[in-house]
């Protein structure tokens, strides 16, 4: 059995050699269209494989020229489409692909778009639309020309170009007639205030007490002691008049210690007198004097100020129609300021009085001078115990503050450096200095030649045909205080709430004084709605005459 067994194994390994020596065969057709693999033995059935054909067929050729019959048309279509329209030259697979295929994602490149449009975008920046071209009046508008006329690229541009350009003429044309009416606005006189001034005038020609003597008999001393504080305001202005007066009073630690005088002109002295004598404000009292009461204002005294308020030229130039002849290519701050600048109060001697303060008061020694449109929000009495170490005005410079709109004056903000007698005598770099609420040394004034060298350098301006400054009262009092200012502290005086919609609401109420400089007085309908109430809070509403005249609280 054994034998047998290692005899049975030794035929099947013969058999298995034979089979893996079997020979395999290749047949391959003489058309090379087929091969067959099979072994001598049969073991391997036949492996058929067929491959390619050397030539194409009769259906293939005859698909293949379909679908060019179908794409060929197509290509000659959108080709012809894009001539007719006139769209940019296609030099490439890529501008091909985008007219053609909208959804091939190899179409799609930023970078190559963005220079496509930064090309229109620069061409049509060196050319217009032609002249009667139509310019669309809104985007809309534009949307629906452009959809009925498919219009090309650079087209749009043009268009779009046009129509920003068009809106910019009309809103600087808006702002230019902005300004105009608000300088109109600011110079004229409200129906309310001049129906006040009216009415206090006639009561005061036929009710007595309204001419009672400010201040009574027995505290006309004050008038001229220096233990007390003396407040000097000038103005034509009733309602703000009380506006002013009511504020610092009421804020005053010290109100017993207050003295106002009010120094008004000829024509409103009926008026003004008649509100402090009706409205006493105890216990600090209040004067008003009318610019005619003073002995010294002569024409002797004050010659070149009546020659600026003679002279038919200033007088025509303050007076006369103030858009004639003005430059409408300016922008439209630039022209707000220049009107502003022509406004009649700057040749009124009411407004040039500050100058005058040692010989208007030759007794007092010193004073605090506010202008009509602040506000006192504070205890002012402070003010008279600052040093001025020898100088004569104590005021708030005007080139470096928290609010740099308001806080960046120089004097080449106000002086034409271009004409030579400024250029050769002053510093373009100087600080400029506020008007507004100042603290004067009467005492150290009279030992200067400020007055003179005032009036020097109007006479200056007036021989130069108005043209070394913008006109106003601050410019020569810049020159004049040059070298005798003391700066205080800038929050003693905030300005800018009467051009400066955004001024700082936090700045506005720590302030001592807030100033309305400007053109949007609080008592103009053009004032400055989140401004005002820091004003009206001083308004007496429930007075019979401003009620009878309706003034309102706004």
């Not at 129906?191 to 005061?204: D, P, R, V």
Request: proline letters at 5%; aromatic letters at 10%; hydrophobic letters at 40%.
């Amino acid at each position: 059995m054994p034998v047998a067994r290692r005899s049975g194994r030794s035929q099947g390994f013969l058999r298995g050699r034979r089979h893996r020596s079997a020979k395999m065969q290749v047949h391959i057709s003489p058309s090379m269209r087929r091969i067959t693999i099979s072994t001598s033995n049969g073991f391997l059935d036949p492996l058929k494989i067929k491959v390619a054909a050397r030539y194409l067929s009769h259906r293939c050729l005859f698909w293949s020229i379909l679908f060019l019959a179908f794409l060929l048309p197509f290509i000659f279509i959108t080709t012809a489409l894009i001539t007719l329209e006139e769209v940019n030259k296609c030099s490439s697979m890529y501008c091909l692909g985008r007219k053609i295929g909208p959804k091939l994602h190899w179409r799609s490149d930023p970078t190559r778009q963005s220079r496509h449009v930064h090309s229109i975008v620069m061409q049509a920046s060196k050319s217009d639309l032609p002249a009667g071209e139509n310019v669309p009046e809104s985007f809309s508008e534009f949307v629906a020309e452009v959809e009925a006329n498919r219009y090309d690229g650079k087209t749009c541009i043009l268009k779009l170009k046009a129509m920003l350009e068009l809106q910019e003429q009309r809103t600087r044309t808006a702002k230019l007639q902005e300004a105009v009416y608000r300088h109109f606005a600011s110079s004229g006189i409200p129906k309310s205030m001049h129906c006040l001034a009216l009415k206090l005038t006639a009561e005061y020609s036929s009710n007595a007490n309204a001419r009672r003597e400010l201040p009574s008999p027995e505290l006309t001393y004050r008038l001229t002691d220096h233990s007390f504080h003396h407040f000097v305001l000038a103005t034509d202005n009733v309602l703000a008049a009380s506006v002013v007066v009511s504020s610092v009073i009421r804020n005053s630690a010290q109100p017993q210690k207050v003295v106002f005088h009010v120094v008004t002109d000829k024509k409103t002295y009926a008026a003004m007198h008649a509100w402090f004598a009706l409205n006493p404000l105890p216990p600090a009292i209040v004067e008003v004097k009318s610019l005619h009461q003073f002995e010294w204002l002569t024409k002797d005294n004050i010659p070149v100020l009546e020659a600026m308020e003679n002279h038919s030229d200033i007088r025509r130039y303050y007076h006369g129609d103030h858009t004639a002849g003005a430059d409408l290519n300016v922008s439209p701050t630039i022209l707000a300021s220049r009107l502003q600048a022509r406004s009649p109060k700057y040749i009124s001697i009411l407004n040039h009085l500050r100058i005058y303060l040692p010989e208007l008061f030759p007794e007092l020694d010193k004073v605090v001078f506010l202008d009509d449109d602040v506000v006192a929000q504070k205890d002012l009495s402070p003010l008279f115990g600052i040093d001025l170490n020898g100088r004569v005005n104590g005021a708030v410079e005007t080139c470096r503050g928290e609010d740099p709109y308001v806080m960046s004056k120089r004097f080449k903000t106000y002086f034409n450096f271009s004409h030579p007698l400024i250029a050769n005598h002053f510093d373009p770099e100087k600080c400029a200095w506020a008007y507004g609420m100042n603290v004067f040394d009467l005492q150290a004034w009279r030992r200067t030649d400020i007055t003179k060298t005032y009036h020097y350098w109007q006479k200056q301006n007036l021989n130069s045909n108005l043209t070394l400054w913008r006109l106003g009262t601050l410019p020569p009092a810049l020159i004049a205080f040059d070298g005798y200012v003391y700066p205080i502290d800038s929050q003693w005086h905030m300005l800018g709430l009467g051009y400066h919609v955004k001024s700082n609401l936090d700045s506005v109420q720590k302030a001592a004084v807030i100033h309305y400089n400007g053109q949007a007085k609080p008592w103009l309908d053009i004032g400055f709605s989140v401004l005002r109430p820091f004003w009206t809070k001083y308004v007496n509403y429930s007075n019979e005459f401003i009620r009878r005249c309706n003034i309102l609280e706004t």
